[in-house]
């Protein structure tokens, strides 16, 4: 399976979260996607390769499990009306699920000895074999890096294929030679090869306590997974950028009423303003802003009717004066607020006199009101940290695409 497609120049592409595969304690784990002539494609997020000389190991999130040599061959089978490659034995034999044998407890209670026992086992033998039974790609349906294999596919009523073999050196990547009929196995030598099974994965992670974005990919010409990370605490304005380009496709705005303001998730009828002086009369009217020049509040008219502002996230407040103290003790990047406008950003202090506390933490909004008593009371919350993700993601994490496709995942 080519992921994407051969250029004659180099080039830059932008990926994005695909679906979610799972969630525990915290961590979202996300396929990949990236936009490719106008159609978006998903990463693999599973891998076989060679870890030695004899078994093929097969990666999932999850569970690993490996394949002796016996059933090291490609057959052709119908699945749901097409055509898909299928492990099977020298006899056309399919591998199923019944055919493995689960690891030793022993093996299991040691992270670090999973794949050397499973490069060891002489049968097919799998880590978990409950996670086997619900994926549908692991044996059959197998994804593999070939430009065109119709013309050398031929139903040779049971037999395989294809046989699989490694070229030997350092790399692990599992190679696809043509089997005629009858033929013991074919010569294993680069000219013969016909591709590859899929030897490279791609997954992106949420982290929601850090708000973390951490990119990961392997290919057969890494010795080990490679990491790139953005954390909000380290990368404060490209978390920034996130929280705004998450606000204009999920807008939140300032509701201002008289000399009363709320948040709301949307314009509630008010009438949206697009004025710079306006809004800063409006922001002043709410003593969300100072006004020097207006001390006395009834010197200046009050301006009529609902008006909506929309919100924006400012700048990073890394000493926050005045804000709460339960905000300070929490964890995460503080900003303040802003409001926007065409072609302006008026930032609101954190904290008002009036006891109003708005800002950003990391890729939440929240507004808070202090009354007399000093106790607290949660006006508007809303979590972006979805959004700000995908975007996170969008803005910071592109992949070069060489102009010869080589069969190796990009870097």
């Known amino acids: 399976m080519t992921i994407i497609g051969r250029r004659d120049t180099d080039r830059e592409i932008r990926i994005t979260p695909g679906g979610l595969i799972s969630s525990r304690n915290g961590a979202e784990l996300y396929s990949v996607a990236a936009v490719d002539d106008g159609h978006q494609v998903s990463f693999p997020t599973s891998r076989y390769y060679y870890l030695g000389e004899h078994n093929i190991i097969y990666e999932n999130h999850g569970y690993a499990l490996s394949i002796p040599p016996r059933y090291q061959f490609l057959k052709v089978v119908q699945d749901a009306g097409k055509q898909v490659l299928h492990f099977c034995d020298r006899n056309g034999k399919l591998l199923t699920v019944e055919d493995f044998n689960s690891l030793d407890a022993k093996d ?63 790399t692990s990547a599992v190679h696809m030679f043509p089997l005629k009929p009858f ?33 990961s990919y392997f290919s057969p010409s890494l010795q080990h997974p490679a990491h790139v990370q953005i954390e909000p605490a380290k990368h404060r304005q490209e978390a920034i950028n996130a929280v705004k380009s998450a606000l204009l496709e999920h807008p939140l705005y300032l509701i201002i009423e008289g000399r009363a303001f709320s948040v709301s998730e949307s314009t509630e009828g008010a009438m949206v303003v697009r004025n710079a002086q306006q809004a800063m009369s409006l922001l002043q009217q709410v003593k969300l802003i100072p006004d020097d020049e207006r001390e006395d509040e009834l010197e200046f008219d009050v301006l009529g009717g609902k008006h909506a502002l929309k919100i924006t996230v400012g700048n990073a407040l890394p000493y926050p004066e ?57 006006g508007f919350k809303k979590d972006l940290t979805q959004h700000a993700f995908e975007a996170l ?12 496709d080589s069969g190796e995942f990009p870097t």
């Not at 993601?393 to 010869?404: D, E, G, K, Q, S």
């Open 108 to 170: 299991m209670r040691d992270p670090s000895s999973v794949l050397s026992a499973l490069e060891r086992a002489s049968v097919p033998t799998v880590s978990n074999i409950e996670r086997l039974t619900a994926d549908d790609s692991a044996l059959g349906n197998v994804e593999y890096v070939a430009q065109d294999l119709k013309s050398l596919v031929k139903l040779n009523g049971n037999q395989p294929s294809f046989a699989l073999g490694s070229l030997g050196g350092n």
């Open 393 to 404: 993601v969008r803005n910071n994490f592109a992949l070069h695409i060489p102009a010869t």
């Open 322 to 378: 005045g804000v709460q103290h339960k905000f300070e003790v929490l964890p995460g990047v503080l900003s303040n607020v802003a409001v926007s406008v065409p072609g302006a950003e008026i930032p609101i202090a954190a904290h008002t006199h009036g006891g109003h506390s708005l800002l950003f933490r990391d890729f939440t909004f929240e507004h808070t009101v202090t009354g007399e008593t000093g106790s607290s009371v949660l």
């Open 183 to 215: 033929e013991a196995l074919p010569t294993m030598i680069p000219e013969a090869s016909v591709g590859m099974l899929n030897s490279e994965y791609a997954l992106l992670v949420l982290d929601r306590g850090s708000g973390s974005a951490t990119f």
